[in-house]
């Protein structure tokens, strides 16, 4: 499968977070991660969770509910 972006959520001026679907480990997903861009690094971090598409609907759920 190929990796695709779904969009990205400015969180402060070097950090983003983005929201891809893609495969780990053979099984498909939602993957929310962040983004940053400095001096030092580039790239995606280790902050963030991946959603296995088994998992989706359950989370989904749980987003639906969320009224801020």
Do not use: C, H
Not at 9 to 34: A, C, H, L, M
Not at 43 to 59: A, E, H, M, Q, V
């Amino acid at each position: 499968m190929e990796e695709k972006e779904i969009g990205r959520i400015k969180k402060t001026e070097s950090t983003s977070v983005v929201i891809r679907i893609n495969e780990f480990q053979g099984e498909v997903g939602v993957d929310i991660r962040e983004f940053v861009e400095t001096a030092k690094y580039t790239g995606l971090t280790k902050k963030g969770t991946r959603i296995p598409k088994s998992k989706w609907p359950d989370f989904k759920k749980l987003i639906d509910i969320v009224e801020i």
